[in-house]
């Protein structure tokens, strides 16, 4: 990947949100790469603390907070087998994001 091609990732993250923290950027990419991840797992992949994971992830999510839309990127459900575990996959939006994403920089 050359200069360029991370310049147009980078804006192709800035298209969705002009402000968009690299943390969150990071989990997106985490995801992506890793569908059905815990919050735990994802935490430790990007080196961030719980609190950082569920704020970024819920930023990406369908709601932020109530009353507050996010990115709908990722979707959040209840792992089936330890109902203490969320996991965490790409939305049908976010699969088409990172679609384009990496037809950027290849």
Sequence with gaps: MNANQLMSAVEHFRQL???MPSQMVLCFLIVAENPGITLTKLG???GI???SVTRNIYSL?????KGISGHDLVDVELNPESRREKLVSLSAKGKRFYGTLMALIS
């Design 44 to 46: 430790e992949r990007a």
């Design 49 to 51: 603390v719980a609190s």
């Design 61 to 65: 999510s369908r709601i932020k907070s």
């Design 17 to 19: 949100d002009p402000e």
